[in-house]
C-alpha cells in the first residue's frame, strides 16, 4: 500500500511517497516563511502553506514515479486562521503556534486554569489554539471560521470540514480523551457559537482528493509531534522521543491512562486507533533550531553547518538560556527573556554557540525530570529526531545533561512517517499500529561522558540562570 504522506511544518512542508517493501520512493520539501512581528506575534500567510503542500506532494509524486493508494497530513498542532467555509478563502494570516498575542486573554481566565487542566490536561497558555482562536476573533476577523491550520488544508484537499482527535486534544476546548468539543470550556473563550470541524479518529478516510492527479483517498490525519512518536516505535508506556526542529518537543506515552501532570507537564491523545484512546505527556522548548537560526542572524556563525566545527570543547564558565519566546513546559513563564551569563573578554563565539546548545539540552533534561516524577517507571533512554540530531555537539550535551541514551532516528522524516503509516492504517483498519509501524536501528547512540555530579552541578547552576529570566512578578 504505498502513501503520500505530507508533513506541514512551521519552517517547510515536506512530502514523501512510502512504499512498505521499497521504503521511501519520492521526497520533496518546500520552505515557508513564518513572520516574527513586535508583540510576540508569528504569522504565516495561508496561500504560501497551501501552495507548499500541493508543490510538496506532487513533486514527491513525480519523483517516485508511481501511483498511491491514500494521502495523510500531519500539522502544526496549534497553528489557526480565519477563512469563509463556502469558499474556503482565507480570511487572515495563519497565527502561528509560537505566537504569544493571547497572554493577556489567557491572564484575563486565570481564575479558570484549574478547571481548564482538570478538564483537558493543558496548561491555560498562548501556546494552545483556542486562546489564539480567541484572540484572533477579538482582534482580527469576525466572520467565517477559525480553525486550527489542518482543517483548512483539508477543506482545499477535500471539501470536508474536520480535524483530528490528536489535534483537536491540543485546543484547551476538548475535554482530555473527550469524543466532542467542550461547550462549557468554549464559552470561557467566548467560542461557543462558533462552528467548529468534526473531531475524527486518526485511522479513517476523511474524504478524496483530486489536488495530486486523479481522486486519492485522504485518511489517518494526525498533528506533528504524535506521529514521530509513532515513527518513533514509542509504542508501549514509557517510551519517548524528542523532535529537535524549530522548537524541540519531548513526548513519552503513558498508554491508556490520561495523566494529569504534576510536574508542569502537558498531557494531550497520542492517537485514537481502532477505537481505543493512547495517551501521552509532553512538555516543549519554543526555541532550538530557531535560537540557532538567531546565532547566524548576528554572525557569530553564518550556518548551522559550521556549528559544530566552531564550538568550543568547554563553554569557560558561559551559560545560556535560550529562552527567545519564553520558557514553556515545566515553568510556563511567558515573558520569560533569553540570558547569556558568565560572559568575560576571554568569551569566543566558539563559547557562546555550545553554551546556546547546552542551554537546549538543558531545558530537555528538565522535561525529562518532570516525566520521571510523573511516570511510575523512569526512562531508560531518549529517542530523537528532527534537523538538529545532525549536530555531535548538541546531540552529546543532551546525553551528557539528561544522564541518558541519546538514540538517533535514522530517517529525516519521522513526522511524515508516522502520517504514512497511519495512511496505511486507514485503508486497512484491521491491522495494528506494530504492523504498519517499521523496526528500526538508531543511527547513532550518545552515552553520557559526564558523571552524575558534574551533570547535577550544572543544572543546579543554569536553573539558578534561569530563574533570573522572567519578571519578578512571575517568580512565584
Known amino acids: ?26 521526497q520533496a520539501e518546500v520552505a515557508v516563511h513564518p513572520r516574527y512581528l513586535d508583540g510576540g506575534g508569528v504569522e504565516q500567510n495561508p496561500d504560501e502553506l497551501l501552495a507548499s503542500v500541493l508543490d510538496a506532494g506532487r513533486t514527491a509524486l513525480a519523483q517516485a514515479g508511481r501511483s498511491v493508494l491514500a494521502v495523510s497530513l500531519a500539522n502544526q498542532g496549534e497553528t489557526v486562521l480565519a ?25 484575563d481566565l486565570g481564575d479558570h486554569a484549574e478547571l481548564f487542566a482538570a478538564s483537558t490536561g493543558l496548561v491555560l497558555d498562548p501556546y494552545f489554539s483556542a486562546p489564539k482562536m480567541a484572540w484572533l476573533r477579538r482582534n482580527v476577523e469576525t466572520g467565517g471560521v ?11 484537499l477535500t471539501g470536508a470540514f474536520v480535524t483530528d482527535a490528536t489535534t483537536a486534544s491540543r485546543s484547551l476546548a476538548v475535554e482530555l480523551g473527550g469524543q466532542d468539543w467542550s461547550r462549557e470550556l468554549l464559552e470561557l473563550f467566548g467560542l461557543a457559537d462558533e462552528r467548529l470541524p468534526a473531531i475524527v479518529a486518526n ?44 522548537g524541540a518537543f519531548l513526548l513519552a506515552n503513558t498508554g491508556r491512562t490520561a495523566v494529569r501532570s504534576t510536574s508542569g507537564l502537558t498531557s494531550s491523545l497520542a492517537w485514537r486507533v481502532a477505537d481505543t484512546d493512547t495517551f501521552c505527556v509532553d512538555g516543549q522548548v519554543y526555541t532550538a533550531a530557531s535560537a540557532v537560526r538567531w546565532l547566524s542572524t548576528l554572525g557569530i556563525m553564518n550556518s548551522a553547518d559550521e556549528m559544530d566545527a566552531l564550538a568550543a570543547t568547554d563553554s569557560n564558565g558561559v551559560l545560556c538560556v535560550p529562552a527567545f519566546a519564553g520558557l514553556a513546559a515545566p515553568w510556563w513563564k511567558a515573558h520569560a527573556t533569553a540570558t547569556l551569563s558568565g560572559i568575560t573578554l576571554a568569551t569566543g563565539r566558539g563559547h557562546v554557540i555550545l ?28 529517542r530523537a529526531d528532527g534537523g538538529l540530531t545532525q549536530s555531535k555537539v548538541l546531540m552529546q550535551a543532551c546525553a551528557d545533561i539528561v544522564q541518558l541514551p541519546v538514540e538517533i532516528y535514522p530517517s529525516a522524516h519521522a513526522t511524515a512517517l508516522g502520517a504514512a503509516a497511519l495512511a496505511q492504517l486507514s485503508l486497512a483498519p484491521q491491522r495494528s499500529l506494530r504492523d504498519v509501524v517499521p523496526t528500526w536501528q538508531p543511527a547513532a547512540t550518545y552515552q553520557p561522558r559526564w558523571t552524575a555530579s558534574r551533570a547535577g552541578e550544572f543544572r543546579d547552576q543554569w536553573r539558578r540562570v534561569a530563574a533570573t529570566t522572567y519578571p519578578e512578578q512571575e517568580q512565584a
Not at 477563512?83 to 491572564?107: K, Y
Open 146 to 156: 477559525v480553525t486550527t491550520s489542518d482543517s483548512w488544508l483539508l477543506y482545499q
Open 355 to 382: 553554551a546556546v546548545l547546552q542551554g537546549i539540552a538543558a531545558q530537555i533534561a528538565e522535561l525529562v525530570g518532570a516525566i520521571d516524577a510523573d511516570a511510575t517507571t523512569p526512562m531508560t533512554a531518549l
Open 83 to 107: 477563512w469563509n467555509p463556502d469558499t474556503g478563502r482565507p480570511l487572515s494570516q495563519a497565527i502561528v503556534w509560537q505566537d504569544r498575542r493571547a497572554e493577556q486573554l489567557c491572564a
Open 203 to 246: 485511522d479513517v478516510i476523511i474524504g478524496s482528493t483530486e489536488a495530486f492527479g486523479t481522486a486519492i483517498p485522504v485518511g489517518g490525519i494526525v498533528v506533528d509531534q504524535q506521529a514521530a512518536l509513532l515513527a518513533e516505535g514509542c509504542l508501549d508506556q514509557g517510551m519517548a522521543k524528542c523532535t529537535f526542529g524549530t
Open 1 to 26: 500500500m504505498t502513501v503520500l504522506a505530507i508533513d506541514q511544518g512551521t519552517s517547510g512542508t515536506k512530502a514523501i511517497v512510502v512504499d512498505p517493501e521499497d521504503g521511501v520512493v519520492g
